[in-house]
């Protein structure tokens, strides 16, 4: 069983920066593919990253392109989302997630079976 514990979320204007963290109990983000997921109020969950197992192959949603940025520490066994350039429709709560028994990323959050418990983003206009 692998736990996962985000941190990093929080009050920020428009515009601002914010880095998640995403800390695993057991190595983890060296073997299987991992991801960011977000779900705002009355919304269904949404993919927003995810990262190969070796790192080489990244996939953002359309709405973060350019502006998000996934990335691990796999010494660590920590996964990061920097996040610039936010607007207030990021607000969302944001979940990490890993697979299990796969390296390959996929956008579909039934395919991931490990979740963190989230962590609250709010952006201000």
């Known amino acids: 069983q692998v736990q996962l514990v985000e941190s990093g979320g929080g009050l920020v204007q428009a515009g601002g920066s914010l880095r998640l963290s995403c800390a695993a109990s057991k190595r983890t983000f060296s073997t299987y593919a991992v991801g960011w997921f977000r779900q705002a109020p009355g919304k269904e969950r949404e993919f927003v990253a995810t990262?190969?197992?070796?790192?080489?192959?990244?996939y953002y949603a359309d709405s973060v392109k350019g502006r998000f940025t996934i990335s691990k520490d796999n010494a660590k066994n920590t996964m990061y989302l920097q996040m610039n350039s936010l607007k207030p429709e990021d607000t969302s709560v944001y979940f990490c997630?890993?697979?299990?028994?796969?390296?390959?990323?996929?956008?579909?959050?039934?395919?991931?079976?490990?979740w963190g418990q989230g962590t609250q983003v709010t952006v201000s206009s």
């Open positions: 997630a890993a697979r299990a028994n796969s390296g390959v990323v996929s956008y579909f959050s039934h395919d991931y079976a490990y």
């Open positions: 990262i190969s197992w070796s790192g080489v192959n990244t």
